[in-house]
């Protein structure tokens, strides 16, 4: 994790996965407001995060440029 810290918690930052990345906001130890998951793949997912699985106003952004919005439910992406 490279970023800033409160209190021995993340507060916004990068932690780098062996899937991807995820930059963004924090807050009790997981994905907490506006961030962007970053997949090997190329897929991008702007939103605001609930927690790392769940977020609203997703904007999906595929590796050949496409985009599509939605929301992440449990770990899904689900169109608009």
Request: aromatic content about 18%; overall charge negative; proline content about 0%.
């Amino acid at each position: 994790y490279e970023g800033f810290w409160k209190d021995d918690n993340k507060l916004r930052g990068k932690q780098v996965y062996s899937w991807g990345y995820y930059d963004g906001e924090w807050a009790n130890k997981t994905w907490h407001g506006r961030g962007k998951e970053v997949i090997n793949n190329g897929a991008t997912y702007e939103a605001d995060w609930i927690d790392a699985k769940n977020a609203i106003n997703v904007v999906c952004t595929y590796s050949d440029g496409s985009v599509v919005y939605g929301k992440i439910v449990d770990g899904t992406f689900i169109k608009n």
